[in-house]
């Protein structure tokens, strides 16, 4: 469901009363994870089971991480094979559960269906791990498979098909007749292969809490539902916010307190994200569209204003989605975390990337670059591990080489500027919108990879932009008006001269203005480009 | 435990949050917009109907405009003629139509006004009366029943087959279901919101009469259908094509009148007979809306006489005229249980049809003068 169609309308106008009719009882818990995961049902109710298999999986291995002996125990693991003898009758449930699944398993691998092997085969490893983990008692044991669960389920649904072609070209090449199979193939009961939409969300989120448990961040969530309910939550729950748990987990505690300044705050999120999804990014989709369907038929000038255009489609796109997530939300007293703080006046790719996506920068930062070593190992190490989260980064993102290559140009921007920044020269000497300047127009040579359907076809709009003839973009002054006036706003926003912007007259006249544009002027449909990350 | 410290409050990074008054002086503005802009457009738009006004073929979609023609002055004294393509006049020019010639007959110009819609069949036509034909109360109405829609149950909409139709926002979304409308949800809901807010319906009708159809958005980046394609709108200001004056009926019309290449006898195309598949009208999903229709006129005090057909006959095999003749009896029947008068004619000769369902210009001549000659159409006609 899409939160600027009209069945979103309905459903809100469902879901929130019956929200707030049931703040006294203890159903308002139900009522919401009932809510998100007919959201989530709504596009398709067969990919529920994959939300609540990554849920209720991160729920156990948490509740048996818990379980485990602390540091300085020793375990018996003679008498623990032998005899059974485990002094956790959770963990003694676990083992001989995981145990009996893992044999299970190994009987279907080698004598199942066919169309069940490959499943039963990665359920095997999975049981067989947690086996392990009940019999040694090992944390880490659970968390390792929290985190191949979680991620295998990324892979298969989203690199599979791209791993498989690569895979397949080399053995190719190598002329040997080994072919890997079809990822559509090992889809068990005939479903269909579709990559399932909101995947790298919800499986990040409910992964980081099994890490941050591990890591003693945040304590164990007793309520099964509550944990639901934190995984599923509808507004955040096919583009993100990434939220952590310890961050909004504490807010299903108790029913929230809504003030009239959350109703308020929330709608006017909601609007501002409504407006830039569909009078802004769905105007810019259709120029974007047409020089990138056919990037060998356009000239330099087209394609330099089409990949300005996706800049700011995507952007739009995103943060609209965001600030609509983050507008419901707060309807209901929930406060979700900010995800875009006007990434395009960043001074620095490192400052772009604090004010991009800042849940996924954040997350990465955590559970990627900090457990690599972060900065703290010398220039090597620190710019080892820049660029290796940067890369991945750049593949959660898509499964192609455009999207390696996005990620590598970050990764390498991120390294230079750093090393830029360090000079005192650059620092105190360069304006500040030179380098915006900079930083955007950086960004926006990346979104080409970003954008291109493949990477040759990247490669060609690098080709023609830089030698191509200078002809007509045919691109309509209104859609550069609007976005130059946008983008002064937010220069506007972070000069000197905010003080213009909070005068009521004119916030409440860009809010009239908004809604009747959008009334006038906007587009209906089109989903979020983030949806298929 | 609730740890509270960690809720942290939500940050803006821009300047448009509004406070509770602000909310509410915001959407007054706004609903006042919304309210005043399709009840004052009419003032400052030229829309000039006349003698024999037919929506324009570009403007079928229009129907917001089609609501604001029924309560044009002019026109509030004619006898309505509602009906499909047949009505609107597919093959012939606005002074070649059923209710030009019903006007003529009767000695009195505008003395019945075109309110056909073309594209339109009983489900849809159903639709526009209950949603856009409000200002169709206490008249008189010559409502057309064109059994066409019921000669397939294609033509009926009852196959479960995907069908692209005409004025798929006019039928019903929801219920009564018809099994080859197969729009998503989100695309029903649109149309059900466009229905009942008029300035939704008002923004439909600047984007069909100035905007080629298109989102005004859109319409900045549309193609001209050239290979290379050529971007005509580009550099113009979007303001631009509202001229505030509404294109006219059309009335040399290249594609329609006796001057039309198309303007011609469906024998002359050499096409055989046909065999029709006429659907139960028990069953029938065309027909069943046609009586809803029929109670919805009377409803809202209008004095309703149906005219059915006359159907092309002649373009019928033999052996589908028996169950041709006893759908028609069917319809006539339910029609006279129900006291609505409704007039069966005579089929028209052969020559005077363009196609199953159409006339050529004499044949609504023709038509017009039976109609006029008929003791009780007269009665209708003059009555109170």
Request: charge should be positive.
């Amino acid at each position: 469901m899409l939160f600027h169609t009209w069945p979103f309308l309905v459903f809100l106008l469902i879901v929130l009363p019956v929200f707030f009719v049931l703040r006294k009882t203890r159903f308002w818990l139900p009522w919401l994870l009932v809510a998100s995961y007919v959201f989530y049902g709504w596009w398709n109710p067969y990919y529920l089971l994959l939300v609540f298999y990554s849920t209720t999986l991160d729920y156990f291995i948490v509740l048996l991480m818990d379980h485990c002996l602390r540091e300085g125990q020793k375990v018996d693991l003679l008498g623990r094979l032998t005899r059974l003898r485990f002094n956790d009758r959770v963990l003694k449930t676990a083992y001989l559960i995981s145990a009996l699944v893992t044999v299970v398993c190994l009987g279907l691998v080698l004598g199942g269906p066919a169309t069940l092997r490959p499943m039963m085969g990665w359920l095997w490893l999975i049981f067989l791990l947690m086996a392990y983990g009940a019999l040694f008692s090992s944390r880490r044991a659970w968390l390792v498979v929290s985190v191949i669960n979680n991620l295998s389920l990324l892979l298969f649904f989203k690199y599979a098909n791209f791993v498989t072609q690569n895979m397949n070209w080399i053995l190719q090449k190598g002329h040997g007749a080994l072919r890997l199979p079809e990822p559509a193939t090992l889809m068990p009961f005939g479903f269909d292969y579709v990559l399932p939409v909101g995947i790298s969300f919800f499986t990040f989120q409910s992964l980081s809490y099994s890490i941050d448990f591990y890591l003693g961040k945040t304590h164990r969530e007793r309520s099964f539902l509550r944990f639901a309910t934190f995984v599923a939550f509808f507004p955040q729950l096919l583009a993100g916010p990434i939220e952590r748990a310890r961050h909004l987990l504490p807010q299903f505690y108790q029913f929230p307190v809504v003030r009239m300044r959350d109703v308020t705050d929330g709608l006017s999120l909601f609007v501002v994200g409504l407006f830039k999804k569909l009078a802004l990014a769905n105007y810019l989709s259709f120029y974007v569209e047409r020089v990138y369907e056919r990037p060998a038929a356009a000239d330099a000038p087209a394609l330099m204003l089409a990949t300005f255009a996706f800049a700011w489609q995507i952007f739009f796109d995103f943060s609209g989605y965001t600030d609509m997530a983050r507008g419901v939300a707060r309807l209901m007293g929930f406060h979700l975390m900010l995800n875009f703080n006007n990434p395009y006046l960043a001074t620095g790719l490192g400052d772009f990337w604090a004010r991009w996506h800042i849940s996924l920068s954040t997350w990465f930062r955590d559970y990627l670059y900090i457990p690599l070593g972060g900065n703290k190992h010398g220039a090597f190490h620190t710019y080892r591990n820049l660029f290796l989260t940067f890369l991945i980064s750049g593949i959660w993102h898509g499964a192609a080489w455009t999207f390696v290559i996005w990620g590598l140009l970050h990764a390498l921007g991120v390294m230079f500027t750093r090393e830029l920044e360090r000079s005192a020269w650059y620092r105190e000497s360069v304006p500040n919108l030179l380098k915006q300047i900079g930083v955007f127009i950086f960004v926006c040579f990346t979104w080409i990879f970003f954008r291109a359907s493949s990477l040759e076809e990247a490669l060609l709009i690098v080709r023609r932009i830089v030698g191509g003839a200078w002809t007509d973009p045919a691109c309509p002054p209104l859609m550069l008006g609007i976005v130059a006036l946008i983008w002064l706003y937010q220069f506007l926003y972070e000069s000197k001269w905010r003080p213009l912007l909070q005068n009521s007259v004119v916030r409440v006249s860009l809010v009239v203005f908004m809604i009747l544009y959008m009334c006038l002027f906007s587009s209906g449909g089109g989903a979020f480009i983030y949806f298929q990350f | 435990m609730q740890n509270k410290l960690q809720i942290q409050e939500t940050p803006f990074v821009n300047e448009v949050r509004l406070g509770a008054a602000q909310w509410a002086i915001a959407l007054g503005i706004v609903l006042l917009g919304v309210c005043l802009a399709p009840l004052f457009w009419p003032k400052i738009e030229r829309f000039e109907t006349g003698l024999d006004y037919r929506l324009p073929y570009p403007l079928s979609k229009d129907y917001w405009l089609y609501a604001r023609r029924l309560r044009q002055r002019d026109d509030a004294r004619s006898i309505l003629v509602l009906g499909d393509s047949v009505i609107w006049g597919e093959y012939v020019l606005p002074d070649g139509t059923l209710s030009h010639f019903l006007s003529r007959e009767s000695g009195s110009a505008g003395a019945f006004a075109n309110a056909g819609v073309n594209g339109l069949f009983p489900l849809a036509l159903e639709g526009l009366v209950r949603y856009y034909g409000g200002a169709i109360h206490g008249r008189k109405v010559l409502l057309h029943c064109n059994v066409l829609w019921m000669s397939s149950p294609k033509a009926d909409l009852q196959t479960d087959k995907e069908e692209k139709f005409n004025h798929a926002e006019l039928v019903p979304q929801f219920w009564p279901r018809i099994p080859c409308y197969k729009a998503e949800i989100a695309g029903r809901l649109e149309i059900v919101a466009e229905r009942n807010l008029n300035f939704l319906a008002w923004v439909g009708h600047l984007q069909n009469a100035y905007f080629d159809q298109k989102n005004i958005l859109a319409w900045t980046l549309a193609e001209d259908g050239g290979d290379p394609p050529k971007y005509p709108n580009t550099y113009k200001s979007p303001l631009a094509p509202i001229t505030l004056t509404l294109p006219n009926a059309f009335k040399d019309d290249p594609e329609r009148g006796p001057r039309s290449p198309r303007h011609k006898p469906w024998s002359s195309d050499g096409i055989g007979r046909t065999q029709f598949e006429w659907v139960d009208l028990e069953t029938s999903l065309q027909w069943n809306a046609f009586q809803r229709l029929t109670k919805l006129l009377r409803e809202r005090g209008n004095d309703v006489l149906v005219v059915i057909g006359p159907f092309n006959e002649h373009i019928m095999a033999e052996e589908n005229r028996l169950a041709f003749r006893k759908l028609r009896d069917g319809i006539a029947a339910w029609l006279s249980q129900n006291q609505i008068p409704c007039l069966v004619p005579a089929t028209l000769p052969c020559e005077l049809y363009a196609d199953a369902s159409h006339p050529l210009t004499d044949g609504y001549a023709l038509l017009a003068k039976r109609l006029s000659e008929n003791e009780s159409f007269r009665k209708w006609q003059s009555g109170p």
